[in-house]
């Protein structure tokens, strides 16, 4: 994960008074990644303040799972075939270390820190930033669990919500069986991991951040992987620069590790990626380019999905309906995965007795959009579990996320607000102006709905929520508006 890799504790990109990012200077954005030789590459290691010691990287082989020399490292991901059945055992192609946590992993820990400093973000200290003493220790009072601490095991299995009715253990059950596995995670970090290297061959300063569901809490066995590359410091323009660095990668993937990925295809988006198949992890990813949104908000939703737990269970079914539904694909005109956890998360900050709080209003310091990358997934965790009044069961709770935008949210009038815990009236801007459904993003502001701009698409999901609402109320059941053996089979 985000980013686990040894080197990646340290600043993403060394501080301004030490060197500036030049290779959009040095390096022509139309140079074929073959002509760049591995000498080329050498990347002079970061210092932070002076409080983390330098270390080396050694990559893992795609496949592998010891470290490997840089002479071996940089022959794989280039046609090489893996190794195998004979030489490799089943149980040691995807060997990796575990938390605690079935929702975390630890990755790359091809150079372990000592033992008091060890991670998931390896130098990534707490002494670095004061926030994370906010609330006293992180690692012991924090509500997020680290992506992987082998001192503070995280007590997450233990937390889940007693289900008494029905409908709440059907909610439970469906969690259960879908939410994303330690093993789903490392599939995807192992890709990261490789990728990453292997693109820091064309541009020497860049990071590769796994963010979205695969971080923030809400993913299942099935989620695909997104991913955010971070070329530089400063904002890229997302028509041009992105594009050119972008068609590179495509390159990079069709050319030299076409024997690794396939279908990678450039979609020219408001934010354009690359989409692809890895065919080691069997895991489709989108790739982008400095959208650093979606590393912060990674980390607020991961927060929120921790903070309560009646959380994860409630975001899973909602969008394992809007999918059965065909309501949840904003290529298609409906509510992207991240507008229906907006939702889910905005519905529980506005009932009488709150079930979660504004968790940027409160901790701003925590949430601060200006923080240095490689600090943004430490801060939550100084973060207490949120205690709220409201003893709602799961299936209460569902039934009334249900009615609240079936009858009670003006969609024509109102917008839905994270950031300030409740909705909002519609401002004038170009952003909200005849849209059909606003969604407010809690960093920058935008629509995450503007996707929905066909009112028979606009009808068809009001229409949804309507009969979701009905149904469940009348039977209790989940099985009236969610098929759930289906649903445990699709993962």
């Given amino acids: 994960m985000f980013p686990n890799s040894s080197n990646l504790g340290r600043p993403p990109f060394p501080p301004k008074y030490q060197q500036q990012s030049t290779f959009f200077t040095k390096l022509p954005l139309n140079i074929p990644p073959n002509l760049l030789s591995h000498q080329q590459i050498v990347v002079p290691p970061f210092h932070f303040r002076g409080a ?28 090489r075939k893996r190794q195998s059945q004979q030489r490799i055992p089943d149980d040691a ?53 680290p992506l992987q601490d082998a001192l503070f095991p995280d007590p997450t299995e233990t937390r889940l919500p007693i289900a008494n009715d029905q409908l709440s253990q059907q909610v439970l059950e469906l969690f259960q069986a879908c939410r994303q596995q330690a093993s789903d995670l490392d599939r995807k970090e192992l890709c990261r991991t490789e990728l990453q290297r292997e ?47 972008l068609s590179l990668v495509q390159k990079l993937f069709s050319t030299k590790l076409s024997n690794y990925i396939e279908r990678p295809q450039l979609i020219r988006a408001k934010v354009p990626i ?59 005109g409906t509510l992207s995965s991240y507008s229906l956890v907006l939702m889910v998360l905005h519905y529980l900050q506005t009932l009488p007795e709150p079930i979660l709080p504004s968790l940027q209003k409160n901790y701003p310091e925590c949430f601060d959009p200006t923080m240095q990358l490689h600090l943004v997934h430490q801060a939550p965790r100084s973060i207490p579990p949120y205690i709220s009044k409201n003893g709602s069961s799961l299936g209460d709770l569902l039934i009334g996320f249900f009615k609240y935008y079936a009858t009670e949210f003006d969609w024509s009038h109102q917008i839905i607000s994270v950031r300030e815990a409740k909705a909002l009236a519609r401002p004038d801007g170009i952003e909200w102006r005849n849209k059909y459904i606003c969604v407010e993003e809690p960093f920058d502001g935008t629509n995450t709905a503007r996707a929905v701009h066909e009112k028979q698409k606009y009808d ?32």
């Avoid at 400063?234 to 028509?239: C, G, R």
């Avoid at 400095?290 to 991961?302: A, E």
């Avoid at 929520?465 to 289906?486: G, T, V």
């Fill in 52 to 79: 983390v010691p330098v270390v080396t990287l050694q990559p893992m082989a795609y496949g592998s799972v010891s470290p490997v020399s840089r002479s071996d490292a940089v022959t794989s991901f280039q046609g």
């Fill in 274 to 332: 690359v989409k692809f198949r890895d065919k080691v992890s069997n895991v489709d990813f989108d790739l982008n380019v400095n959208n650093v949104i979606g590393i912060r908000n990674t980390f607020l939703l991961r927060t929120y999905a921790f903070i309560e737990n009646r959380v994860r269970p409630l975001v899973l079914v909602v969008k394992k309906w809007a999918s059965f539904h065909e309501i949840n694909d904003a290529s298609r």
């Fill in 93 to 145: 192609k995807r060997q990796r270390i575990h938390s605690h946590d079935s929702d975390t992993a630890v990755v790359n820990q091809a150079v372990p820190l000592p033992e008091e400093r060890r991670c998931s973000f390896p130098g990534s200290i707490s002494a670095q930033s004061p926030v994370l003493h906010a609330h006293g220790s992180p690692a012991l009072v924090g509500c997020v669990p």
């Fill in 199 to 245: 693109i820091q061959l064309i541009f020497p300063q860049s990071r590769l951040f796994l963010v979205g569901s695969s971080l923030n809490g809400f993913g299942t066995r099935t989620s695909d992987g997104d991913l955010c590359l971070v070329v530089k410091e400063e904002p890229v323009n997302q028509k041009t620069e992105a594009r050119r660095i």
């Fill in 460 to 491: 068809m999901i009001r229409g949804e929520f309507a009969q979701a609402w009905r149904l469940l109320q009348d039977k209790k059941d989940l099985n009236c508006i969610l098929p759930l053996k289906a649903a445990k089979q699709k993962r």
